[in-house]
């Protein structure tokens, strides 16, 4: 799938899931190249109906196209990086990674189905920022042109698809920092800790 137009330009003290995204964010978005690449190999078929049926347990709008995204006789290969990070391609292309427990869709799996996921908007004037690799912080998702889903929304902790005003494609992922509903009430501060975005390492990633 073409980039979208855009695209080329999105611990301590902190609760364990955002120290684990923490983790991510730095080595994903900041400085991940090549040399994090500790292993690689291929996941075996038993192995990969778990990761097909996991996925469609986190997201189940994908349960209808999980064998489209990720073909019977495609091959999964894991790959093992710095920090105990983990991503999975399929014909060279990363479609998910792992950090612990949760999968955590990238941004090209996200293109080929994306009404599958949770979905916040930013605002235009926040797109800079997220392309940038910045924290979102509440404003972005409450004036005008932004959207936020109705009561009672997305709690604290959730991963969430990035969208952007007037923007086809999802630009970020990242991790809710405080549910939705505090993000409407409170409307300061930061409210989403960015995990991958358009342009960063990871969507630029080739292992070929």
């Given amino acids: 799938m073409s980039n979208p137009a855009y695209a080329s330009g999105f611990l301590g003290g902190l609760p364990r899931s955002f120290q684990v995204n923490k983790q991510i964010t730095n080595i994903i978005t900041n400085r991940f190249t090549r040399e994090d690449v500790h292993s690689r190999s291929k996941v075996k078929s038993s192995i990969q109906r778990t990761l097909k049926a996991k996925l469609v347990k986190q997201y189940p709008k994908l349960e209808d196209v999980i064998d489209e995204l990720i073909p019977k006789k495609s091959q999964i290969e894991?790959?093992?990086?710095?920090?105990k990070i983990q991503l999975y391609t399929v014909?060279?292309?990363?479609?998910?990674?792992?950090k612990f427990d949760e999968l955590i869709p990238?941004?090209?799996?996200?293109?080929?189905?994306?009404?599958?996921y949770p979905t916040v908007q930013v605002d235009r004037g926040a797109i800079k920022s997220v392309l940038s690799g910045a924290n979102i912080m509440c404003p972005g998702l409450t004036s005008a042109g932004a959207e936020l889903p109705p009561a009672p929304g997305y709690e604290k902790g959730k991963i969430v698809?990035?969208?952007?005003?007037?923007?086809?494609?999802a630009l970020?992922?990242?991790?809710?920092?405080?549910s939705?509903?505090?993000?409407?009430?409170?409307n300061k501060g930061h409210s989403i800790e960015l995990i991958h975005h358009l342009?960063?390492?990871?969507?630029?990633?080739s292992i070929e």
């Fill in 78 to 83: 894991l790959i093992k990086c710095e920090d």
């Fill in 91 to 98: 014909d060279g292309e990363v479609l998910f990674f792992q």
């Fill in 106 to 116: 990238s941004l090209k799996l996200v293109h080929k189905f994306p009404e599958a």
């Fill in 161 to 169: 698809v990035i969208n952007a005003e007037n923007k086809e494609n």
């Fill in 172 to 178: 970020a992922i990242g991790e809710l920092m405080m």
């Fill in 180 to 186: 939705t509903e505090e993000i409407k009430s409170i």
């Fill in 199 to 205: 342009g960063d390492p990871l969507w630029n990633f």
